[in-house]
């Protein structure tokens, strides 16, 4: 081709070729360089050519090949930031450029998912806007816009003196994880928050608000990392969103730091409550079911069947009023759960040098309860049980299955009989000593309707509850302070609702028994301590099925 020729086809795409280059440069220098580039091989490339049919697909493909080539100079050596080449490979590391090559790595990852995404699409793998915007289905106009935000941030970044907050050194330890109301089956909120990174990333937006990268920060971490971990905690309820893309949680962690004496002055007063409770409420509980005739005990110790509904009286009957509401609390996951939730983190004491003045009696007052089991099979079938260290059955309410009650229903009626066809049932029933070798139920049942029993059962008189009330409330605030704001509430509730709870009812127990009220109990007897299954029949004592 022609000089003349060649000088007037680069003067007409000159601009076009320049903006081109705009477009898929990190910084003004790094376009001005690039177009000049292409500018010079496209020129070159005309001067050397003889007919061209289409000129404007040969100077585009000259620009593609041009930019292929820079990309690929640019993955072997460097990124720029606004003119600063930065090396990003660790092979061209050198001890001069070791904290600029991980500050940006560090600022990479700090970027959106999204936007970190299209970055190392376009930089790194050399992909072109156009590929870029087809593959993410997002108009290009997006694409250029995350790609010119990017440099913003990136530079920004660089800048700046990240943070790593004090998760980031000294995660807190989780102890135990409990929950109040419906879980999934077989799984509690253990199955979400079963690892130290997702108690670390409740507990960094638990006094405060963080956006991800916020929470990164906090945990001394990338967002790179904990990305599908905040997806998976959001999605299943544990993350709330609020304003600004910042997320909370609605999780109760119980403070880090106890103090002994509000403890003791706490634990004085419910010693004080349970001898109230024996003296003037056991006596009402017992003389509601004086008369009840309908119940199987496997050991006729009708003691045994007094101790589990006098359990259920001072756990269910004898709570404080409150009115608040906790809606907001409760935890809803695709699994079906619907539960509020409780940490208990490793603590440490406010005051390690005050003596205690009140002493439990016992050294585990651990209950897992209320629980209660239900059958769309059967319709008369349910159960109501707690575990506690009168109690011999093992697994909690993980072990604690309603289809137990079911298997044990069948066995009562009949219709399980002995065969490899039912041997898997049998096996189960045996397991959880639910019925013994030679085919006693071991469980104590009650031919009832399970709510119309429990009505019989009185509540606590109001006047006794108002004398609890007060100093239930008193100590309710007093504990809130320890909580950031939007958790008060539902400490406020948890702590009144629950301050005649089954601790207090174990404690009733121990009374009880430790003073010959009640004979002690009989190993075999533990099997259903603590438990009655309720249905339209009785066993047959003298069944073997």
Not at 127 to 138: F, Q, R, V
Not at 177 to 206: Q, T, W
Not at 242 to 250: A, F, L, Q
Not at 524 to 534: A, D, G, I, K, N
Request: charged share 30%.
């Amino acid at each position: 081709m022609e000089k003349q020729t060649a000088d007037k086809l680069i003067e007409n795409y000159i601009k076009k070729i320049y903006g081109f280059a705009f477009q898929r440069a990190f910084s003004g220098d790094e376009a001005e360089e690039l177009g000049a580039e292409m500018v010079k091989e496209v020129y070159l490339s005309l001067l050397h050519s003889q007919d061209i049919e289409n000129t404007d697909g040969y100077i585009w493909r000259i620009c593609a090949n041009v930019f292929s080539k820079h990309v690929q100079a640019k993955k072997k050596q460097t990124v720029s930031i606004d003119g600063m080449e930065i090396p990003y490979y660790a092979d061209f590391e050198s001890e001069e450029n070791k904290e600029e090559v991980r500050r940006l790595r560090r600022e990479i990852a700090f970027l959106g998912a999204e936007r970190r995404k299209i970055v190392y699409a376009f930089y790194y793998e050399g992909k072109s806007i156009s590929t870029i915007s087809m593959e993410n289905g997002l108009p290009e106009g997006t694409i250029k816009w995350h790609l010119s935000k990017a440099r913003n941030d990136l530079k920004e970044g660089f800048e700046m003196e990240r943070r790593i907050g004090n998760l980031g050194i000294s995660p807190v330890e989780c102890v135990e994880i409990a929950h109040m109301g419906r879980s999934e089956e077989d799984h509690g909120p253990e199955k979400y928050l079963n690892d130290s990174l997702s108690i670390n990333i409740l507990y960094s937006v638990y006094f405060t608000p963080r956006t991800k990268e916020e929470i990164a920060e906090e945990l001394g971490m990338t967002p790179v990392f904990i990305d599908d971990k905040i997806k998976m905690l959001e999605e299943n309820g544990f993350l709330v969103k609020t304003k600004g893309g910042k997320y909370t949680t609605y999780v109760l962690f119980f403070p880090r730091k106890v103090s002994l004496e509000q403890g003791d002055l706490i634990l004085m007063e419910k010693i004080k409550i349970v001898k109230e409770l024996v003296k003037r409420y056991v006596p009402k509980v017992r003389a509601a079911i004086a008369d009840y005739k309908d119940v199987y005990i496997p050991s006729g110790n009708r003691e045994l069947f007094e101790a589990a509904v006098i359990f259920y009286a001072i756990s269910n009957k004898c709570t404080l009023p409150i009115k608040k509401d906790i809606s907001k609390y409760w935890i809803k996951t695709p699994g079906g759960a619907d539960y509020a939730v409780m940490v208990t983190l490793k603590t440490e004491l406010e005051d390690p040098d005050y003596v205690p003045k009140a002493q439990l009696p016992k050294d585990n007052y651990f209950t897992c309860g209320d629980m209660t089991r239900s059958s769309m099979k059967y319709p008369s079938v349910m159960s109501w049980s707690c575990d506690s260290r009168y109690s011999s059955r093992q697994g909690t309410w993980k072990n604690n299955r309603g289809e137990d009650y079911e298997y044990l229903y069948e066995w009562m009626n009949g219709s399980l009989t002995k065969g490899p066809e039912n041997k898997e049932k049998i096996d189960r029933l045996r397991s959880r000593e639910f019925i013994s070798e030679d085919g006693k139920v071991n469980v104590m049942v009650v031919k009832d309707d399970m709510l119309k029993f429990f009505e019989r059962i009185p509540e606590l008189d109001s006047e006794i509850k108002d004398e609890f009330a007060q100093y239930a409330m008193d100590q309710a605030i007093q504990t809130a302070k320890y909580y950031p704001e939007h958790m008060q509430d539902f400490q406020i509730y948890r702590f009144f609702h629950d301050f005649i709870s089954p601790m207090e009812a174990l404690m009733v127990l121990d009374e009880l028994y430790d003073t010959g009220v009640f004979k002690p109990l009989l190993e075999e007897e533990r099997v259903t301590s603590q438990l009655l299954m309720f249905s339209d029949i009785l066993p047959d004592t003298n069944i073997i099925n």
